[in-house]
């Protein structure tokens, strides 16, 4: 028997544990079945379970779910990735609590204490997605530097670089001068930061007395200045592109080219350029071949290639004595306050450097190509659409992609040097010696390259590694390309892309036939969250107060396409009260008898209002397959959330009280094993996305322990259980009583009281529906009688339309008229306010062009609220005159 109040916990680690140990989970390469595969975007080894991963994993898993009901054979591939640089991190800071550096250890020491840290702590965020239920196959779980998958990283790396797509070169990187490491542009955070503008003088070579102005935010950067561009058609500088420039405080030459990377309309229309240290700049010195000279060294200090005054010094005491030295020189020629935005390592939380520097590249250009035509011909396909534009802006611009970082732990790049430097990539050392060896007619000592691949190298090869690659396995061909990736828009660049390139080019097709991009959890205020904010939510925390499955299916209830996604606990906490409904409604189905009955047949019902709510099932299935087809996640919770509170509790079970209490036997049976079989559908429709309510139920009043609802089957129901006659009839009937209602409510008639009422124009049909269903509709709108009249509305009346029926309440002596019209009246002022404040908001161009797309849309929805509450206002006050 099903508990009076429902406990989550203890429900939730008890269903757990049975499905894993029943094999619940695995795919089976070798099973008739259809395959079904989605890739878990690995989550950091270091990591623990925050709200974005509760999002990805919710969705996945109800994906998987509902694929597994619908006869496929399922892979939800999970995994963790080593991270890099947090990892070692997080090492480190283990290491210097106990007062020991990793540089005393050594390499080899140092990764060994690794590899034992992820033994001992390393499963975290694996235990925690299985508090929300995530059915992954875990006996299939990979880690991104298993033997298996840096297999593949060093086939990939080798094969590639023998087609010339790696190569070393020396380019820009965002450099960590605390980690002393190149980092991805992800790892980069971007701080607004009060700060200067300096304008600089620059003395024209050959002119005495004349000057060029440029202005600049970091003035110690001007050392390596090796060009001044203006835009190749301002008039002002027409005479002097070609011609030289003098760097103050240096004394070098440097030229005065025409680039487009010059705005003229922007402060003096010429502007500095240091090829080593900022990132456009380095792109102008790439088109006129200009030197590039880098002034820092690896700890962001002034190196040797500047005038020995400032050598060794750190960029902000180098700016101080470079301005001094300028002013004095007569250079400085003003400064300004700006608001500039800085870049910080987000683990090291120090200034990024861009900074010139031999590093391992891929020729993403290439590998672009295929992947940007895959999307154009649909073989991959961007939910929504619209983010294939994001897609292919970025890899059509896309630039040379740097894999070399300069840490201990990670894939080692398999390049050995020789003598004279020349490097020897092979899949091992062995192989690399023989090369080597051929290539000097000699044996030689080789020196391995001391760096590791970008962690997104090894996840880019994700979907076919995971699989087997490069054995050509089972499941490699069962699985490989999958059919959905599910992420979220902020790594479409950093990690979709690159399984795009990735797999085109190794496996020869797609790695996923659609990509589900969904938007960012913010605060309820849309805010994005922060620890700094203080707006966090711990989805654990949401998990022990609510319950998973409430946690569930709010994430999937707020994923709108296209819109970010505001959260709160309040939100959470209202889906558990849907879950609240959805057991205390299976509690009433089993406390009065409504159980199921072997060999019941839904299309044998003889009752309308039983033909009626068949009817509502089979349509609310469609409705949630659909959607859930679409990646429509929150249409499917809405036609799951309005038929189970709606449709179903609101309406049916009161209105087949009467018959459960009746003496019509026949009726009562059928009415019983109606409930029960609706209730099976819709615990059946559930399922992926409340898997632990929905089991239990499950358990307790169909299967009594035979059978789980994880292993049964999507409600296959006929077309003829729609009965569109018993729709109209029964619609009409909940028409009817939901206006009723509203007019109550509207007209403030106190809940308790029986009133009258009428209907006018009902029509043939609405007489006798009104005939056959008069008891119902007097019990659940309280009203004292009901009966159709021909006259007009006495005085004092409320009136509402339903379709061409008008519903007259006699409300005279009930309440006071003059109090509720002064009170309606009030009501339109209070929203013709609303209204004018928001046309006034939206008739402004600075917030309609520059407001986030989705807050605009949601401040015109309010306006189309505000609109419609006062036209019902009105409607009621014409009425009441």
């Known amino acids: 028997m099903l508990d009076k109040t429902l406990e989550p916990a203890s429900m939730e680690a008890k269903h757990y544990d049975i499905w894993e140990k029943s094999g619940a989970f695995a795919c089976n390469p070798a099973s008739p079945k259809p395959p079904f595969c989605v890739m878990m975007p690995p989550p950091n080894v270091t990591g623990t379970l925050h709200i974005g991963h509760a999002l990805d994993n919710s969705l996945q898993d109800i994906l998987t779910r509902y694929m597994r009901m619908r006869g496929h054979d399922a892979l939800w591939q999970p995994g963790t990735d080593h991270a890099g640089i947090a990892t070692q991190m997080v090492v480190e800071r283990q290491l210097a609590k106990e007062g020991i550096d990793r540089r005393d250890m050594g390499r080899e020491a140092f990764i060994e204490r690794v590899w034992k840290w992820k033994a001992e702590s390393g499963g975290t965020i694996i235990r925690q997605l299985r508090r929300i239920g995530a059915t992954a196959d875990w006996d299939r779980e990979r880690f991104t530097m298993d033997e298996g998958l840096s297999k593949a990283v060093r086939k990939v790396f080798v094969r590639l670089h023998k087609e010339g797509l790696i190569y070393k070169d020396k380019r820009l990187v965002n450099w960590d001068p605390k980690l002393h490491t190149a980092i991805s542009d992800l790892e980069v955070v971007q701080k607004e930061t009060k700060g200067h503008m300096w304008h600089l003088r620059y003395p024209i070579d050959g002119q005495e007395g004349r000057f060029i102005e440029v202005a600049t935010t970091r003035p110690e950067t001007m050392l390596g200045d090796t060009a001044i561009a203006v835009h190749p058609e301002d008039p002002r500088y027409a005479d002097i592109i070609g011609k030289h420039a003098i760097l103050p405080l240096v004394g070098r030459k440097i030229i005065i080219v025409g680039d487009l990377h ?31 000279i880098n002034i820092l060294d690896a700890d962001a200090r002034l190196n040797d290639e500047v005038p020995e005054a400032y050598r060794g010094l750190d960029c902000p005491t180098a700016r101080t004595k470079i301005l001094e030295d300028l002013e004095a020189g007569g250079y400085l020629v003003k400064v300004e306050d700006h608001i500039l935005q800085m870049p910080y390592g987000d683990r090291s939380d120090v200034i990024i450097e861009p900074w010139l520097t031999d590093q391992w590249y891929v020729n993403t250009k290439v590998l672009a190509e295929p992947a940007i035509a895959a999307v154009e011909r649909g073989e991959t396909v961007f939910v929504p659409r619209s983010w294939e534009n994001t897609y292919f802006n970025w890899m059509r611009g896309i630039q040379p992609w740097c894999i070399s970082r300069q840490l201990w732990w990670g894939h080692s790049i398999p390049a050995w040097y020789g003598p004279d430097g020349t490097p020897f990539v092979e899949m091992t050392e062995e192989e690399a010696i023989i090369a080597a060896e051929k290539h000097y007619g000699e044996k030689v000592l080789l020196t391995p390259d001391p760096d590791v691949l970008d962690t997104w190298f090894s996840s880019a090869l994700w979907p076919f590694s995971t699989l087997g690659w490069p054995d050509d396995t089972e499941a490699l061909k069962k699985y490989y390309p999958t059919d959905v990736l599910v992420t979220g828009y902020d790594i479409i660049f950093f990690w979709v892309a690159r399984m795009m390139m990735m797999g085109m080019h190794f496996m020869g097709e797609v790695p996923f036939k659609k990509v589900c991009i969904h938007a960012l959890i913010r605060d309820e205020k849309g805010q994005k969250m922060s620890k700094s904010k203080g707006n966090t939510i711990d989805p654990l925390g949401l998990i022990d107060k609510f319950g998973a499955d409430a946690v569930r299916f709010t994430m999937a209830a707020l994923t709108a396409q296209g819109r970010d996604i505001k959260m709160s606990e309040g939100r959470v906490e209202g889906y558990r009260n849907f879950i609240t409904k959805l057991w205390n409604s299976a509690r009433y189905c089993e406390m009065n008898g409504c159980l199921p009955v072997s060999g019941f047949n839904p299309a044998s019902a003889q009752l309308t209002v039983n033909q009626w709510i068949r009817s509502a099932v089979a349509r609310c299935e469609m409705q949630v397959r659909e959607a859930l087809e679409a990646y429509r996640f929150n249409d499917a919770t809405l036609g799951l959330y309005q038929f189970v509170w709606g449709t179903f509790c609101d309406w049916y079970l009161e209105f087949t009280k009467p018959i459960l209490t009746g003496s019509d036997e026949a009726a009562k049976a059928e009415t019983k094993a109606m409930t029960a079989w609706v209730l099976e559908q819709v615990l059946h429709m559930l399922h992926p996305f409340t898997p632990f309510v929905t089991e239990e139920i499950y358990e307790q009043l169909f299967a009594h322990g035979e059978k789980r609802l ?22 009409w009937v909940v028409g009817l009583i939901s206006e009723i209602r509203s007019l109550r409510s509207f007209m403030n008639v106190p809940a308790a009281a029986q009133i009258p009422a009428m209907l006018k124009d009902a029509g043939t049909e609405g007489a006798a529906r009104l005939e056959t269903h008069k008891d119902l509709v007097l019990r659940m709108a309280r009203l004292e009688s009901l009966a159709i009249t021909l006259e007009n509305a006495p005085k004092g009346a409320a009136q509402g339309m339903m379709g061409t029926s008008l519903i007259i309440l006699p409300l005279a002596g009930i309440i006071d008229m003059d109090a509720e019209k002064a009170r309606l009246a009030k009501e339109v002022e209070k929203q013709d306010a609303e209204i004018r404040k928001i046309d006034a908001k939206l008739g402004n161009p600075q917030f309609v062009d520059k407001a986030p797309e989705d807050v605009v849309i949601e401040v015109r929805e309010r306006r189309a609220e505000a609109e419609a509450v006062c036209t019902k206002l009105r409607a009621a006050l014409e009425r009441m005159a």
């Open 262 to 292: 010059a705005d003229p309309e922007t402060g003096t229309g010429a502007v500095k350029i240091t090829p080593a240290h900022d990132f456009n700049d380095f792109e102008v010195a790439q088109r006129h071949d200009l030197p590039k």
């Open 710 to 731: 994880i292993s049964g089957e999507w409600p296959r129901l006929a077309e003829d259980f729609i009965d569109k006659d018993a729709e109209d009839e029964m619609g």
